[in-house]
C-alpha cells in the first residue's frame, strides 16, 4: 500500500524558509515522478512543483525562483525546499505522483506564514 508522510511544517515570518520533506513506501520511487501540492483553506489543491524520474523540475509561476523540489532515491524522500515565504504561500502541503496523483493522500504538513 501506498504511503506518503510528510514533516517539516510550521510557523514562519515572511521571508523566512521552511524545508519540508516526504518519506515515500510501497511504490518503486526510482521509476516514479513526484510532486508537491498544497491546499489553502477554502481553496481547491493546486501543483506547486514537480521532478522526473531523472531529475527535470517544473514549478508553478507563484514559485518559480523561490522554491526547489529535490528527490533522494536512496531514501524514497523527495524535498520542497522553500525560501522568501510569502503569507499567500499559507497552506497544508501534500507529495503525491506528478501528473497522476494517487487516490491515496497523507496527512499533509501545515505551513503557516504570518508576522
Known amino acids: ?3 506518503f508522510v510528510e514533516s517539516g511544517g510550521g510557523l514562519v515570518q515572511p521571508g523566512g524558509s521552511l524545508r519540508l520533506s516526504c518519506a515515500v513506501s510501497g511504490i518503486f520511487f526510482r521509476i516514479v ?10 481553496k481547491q489543491r493546486e501543483l506547486v512543483a514537480g521532478i522526473s524520474l531523472t531529475g527535470n523540475t517544473n514549478y508553478a509561476d507563484s514559485v518559480q525562483g523561490r522554491f526547489t523540489i529535490s528527490r ?3 531514501e524514497n524522500t523527495v524535498y520542497l525546499q522553500m525560501n522568501s515565504l510569502k503569507p499567500a504561500d499559507t497552506a497544508v502541503y ?3 505522483r506528478w501528473a497522476s496523483p494517487l487516490d491515496s493522500w497523507g496527512q499533509g504538513t501545515q505551513v ?4
Open 112 to 115: 503557516t506564514v504570518s508576522s
Open 1 to 3: 500500500q501506498v504511503q
Open 94 to 96: 501534500y507529495c503525491n
Open 72 to 74: 533522494d532515491n536512496a
Open 33 to 42: 515522478s513526484m510532486a508537491w501540492y498544497r491546499q489553502a483553506p477554502g
